[in-house]
């Protein structure tokens, strides 16, 4: 990652330093240096590259060897230099601290620029369309550069030296405020009408780096619930933007790692542990829940709003204390679709949702959402990986054929491979509607263009009939690839195990909401032997029936009549469940097998639970049951497993019947919760550590969705440590859908080279 960090000025200067001549220039492949000169000095240079190297450098290989001399009376940057590429674009990174003190210093010409940046900070691979990383390859080529940014362009010993979204307020792009209608606003100070229409409680769409953002005082219980309403969100937690971490406090209890990950360049969204005053000062912002999503600004866009309603106080020192103003804000995406980056586009799609809407003339060149993080057992883990990370690579044991794999329907990513590296892409969403779906191949395109690769090989999920399977089979045939299909929770193992470059047999445990097994069958609760590209399946959760099919993933209630039935108290159905008009309907298809495939899922245990403790009937978001059960045992706290609260049977069936016996008689909703998560996590390690053992594996593997679960992935842990037993859980990409793209190239890799 030595492109757009400001890596030639750093060797022009070192060079300089050093008395060397010679010349450093991009290529394809990323830096190249030729320099001349006394030999311990250049021996120095090769040390001094790799350890001073740019804040947002990376280097991979530093190759060296001896030249012809070239007679360079100097050290110079010279023009890049095309050919096979093999770099990468850099991710977005939040202001620097130096583009921080111009921003706010009144006597700079940048004051209150909302596009400031330099080689440190700003954006990078959403406003880049290909590589080498050269302004005229970015959002910002139509914009020429005045005499003082241009003379700063080209002064090697500025820290804005070939910074190619170099810009100011003379040369930039600029701010425009619209109504919700697409009307121009009379406005001197776009940020200062923007903050008014905010604390009126109006709707305000942002342009930001990967799209818009919808944007409400979060403080303002009324403005929440219209935008709510407008966006058809009904319980959903909206992630709250806050000026720094000191104004978190009375909101959430932070962690010192939370709060380092919450300043990070990166500013990800991350989940914090919510402080007992938070439903009452941030009302209807994460109804029921005992995590709050909350992030830092990220652009100097949203600095200035803050910046603004601080009374713009010169110098930064205000940056560290305490600020009230605090803002929901959360992705323009209406009806499931993707981000809105276009200004045109907010127009038409966000009429109706936005009041007004705050928009510039730089271009999105790659939507991108926010990074979402959550801190479990001091260590970082994505539940979405998109702004700050992509297009980061992650470095695999060995190299191997370039392989498109094109994930699953739920958080879709796609994967490319190149050499030893995986490039995932953002977060793309569910590919149930025709917005997404070309979001989807749009995203294939632009990382083939940007990697400059042709796929050799193209891997998808086993389900023939989603439409990234389908996709991948047609891309295949029209170009004679080998396209592989990989079994959805083989895939959710090996996604772990590259990352994590381990090759060895081990141990999977697979739990996650649906995925279609190789016996055609609705899987979701799996041990899995996994060695490379060969997967077997050990053994898995007692089946559920699903009555009513894909409903009974939406309405918990179902589930937990599901158990009933199994444990022989068919007859509770109706009277548990009043509130549900087709109690007795379910009842009889469950008494008479009618529409009732089973499925081996523990996203639909989880659901079961929070219906029998009457935690939650019908969901109105993916997981929602789920975390909330998480949430009631958060707030219990420690409790002790079911004794005989589940069961291992002769062929690895794990049944966990006695647990939901306890649960339909259990009169305490938070006391129950606890217990749910106790057992379950006695019972998985008790499953996993004999089979381990039985199978001479020393390693177990978990990937899924329901690793997202923060109680389930640190007890599990915990236990499985405790008995001997190496542990993997994801750590560079999420464990749920999100990873599948980089499981399903690991697996294709092994299989065409075996």
Known sequence: MVQGVGFRPFVWRLAHELGLNG??????????????????????????????????????????????????????????????????IGHDTATCQACLEELFDPANRRWQHAFITCTHCGPRYTVTRRLPYDRPQTTLAPFPLCPDCAREYADPGDRRFHAETTCCPACGPRLKLLDGRGHPLEADNPIRTTLECLYRGKIVAIKSLGGFHLVCDARNASAVARLRERKAREEKPFAVLLANVASAAGLADLTEDEAALLESPERPIVLCRKHPEADRMLPGIAPGLAWLGLMLPATPLQLLLFHEAAARPPGTAWLTRTQPLALVCTSANPGGEPLVTDNDEAIERLSGIADAILLHDRGIAVRCDDSVLRITAGTQRFIRRARGFTPRAIRMKRSGACVLATGGWFKNTVCITRGDEAFVSQHIGALDNASTCTFFEESIAHLLDILDVAPECVAHDLHPDFHSSRFAAEFAQRRGLPCIPVQHHHAHIAAVLAEHRVEEPVLGLALDGVGLGTDGGIWGGELLRVDGAQCQRLGHLQALPLPGGDRAAREPWRMAAAALHLLGRTEEIPARFPDQRGAATVKQMLERGINT???????RAFDAAAGLLNIHSVNSFEGQAAMLLEGWAEIHGEVSPLQDGYRIDANNVLDLRPLHEALANCRDS?????LFHATLTAALADWAEQAARREGLLTVACGG???????????????LRSRGLRVLLAQQLPPNDGGLSLGQAWVARLTIGN
């Not at 090769?46 to 001073?52: A, F, M, V």
């Not at 938070?670 to 606890?674: K, L, N, P, R, S």
């Open 597 to 603: 495939l089973p499925t081996s899922s523990m996203g």
């Open 705 to 719: 969705g329901c690793f997202l679960n923060h109680l389930l992935a640190l007890k599990l842990t915990t236990l």
């Open 23 to 88: 010349w450093v220039r991009n290529d394809g492949q990323g830096v190249d240096i030729f320099a001349e000169g006394d030999a311990e000095n250049l021996a120095c240079l090769l040390r001094r590259l790799i350890s001073e190297a740019p804040p947002l450098a990376r280097i991979d290989a530093l190759n060296s060897g001896p030249a012809s001399p070239d007679g360079c009376s100097n050290f110079v940057i010279v023009a890049s230099q095309g050919g096979k590429i093999s770099t990468a």
């Open 670 to 674: 938070a006391h129950g919760a606890a």
